[in-house]
């Protein structure tokens, strides 16, 4: 499995930007696909994560109302549409993917097997 994450950058306070992640190198139609981010001197959080199969949807309440995780099943990738992004946005962002087991999507990492490189996102004030 390789999953490819991209799209960060630098943006002003109120801004937005998409990031995507390319999944390859199996089916992921049993899997969930998830977003975390790690900001300096902070552990790795739980943002936003999709069921692969029914699109069914969870998100951390920090960015409810703001992020949007959405996926392309043709195209094996998975967004991360982030608006109204705020200074404490910012960080390296965290593709993830890991079989489904059932129950709710999961929020933690352990749940998610493989993961991308990251992609820095910076929002300045």
Do not use: H
């Amino acid at each position: 499995v390789q999953l490819q994450a991209y799209g960060g950058g630098l943006v002003q306070a109120g801004g937005s930007v998409r990031l995507s992640c390319a999944a390859s190198g199996r089916a992921f139609s049993n899997y969930n696909m998830g977003w975390f981010r790690q900001a300096p001197g902070k552990e790795r959080s739980f943002v936003a994560a999709i069921r692969w199969s029914d699109g069914r949807t969870v998100s951390t309440d920090s960015v409810k109302g703001r992020f949007t995780i959405s996926r392309d099943t043709l195209k094996n990738t998975v967004y991360l549409q982030m608006n109204s992004l705020k200074p404490e946005d910012t960080a390296v962002y965290y593709c993830a993917t890991g079989r489904n087991v059932g129950g709710p999507v999961p929020t933690t990492a352990r749940w998610y097997d493989f993961w991308g490189q990251g992609t820095q996102v910076t929002v300045s004030s």
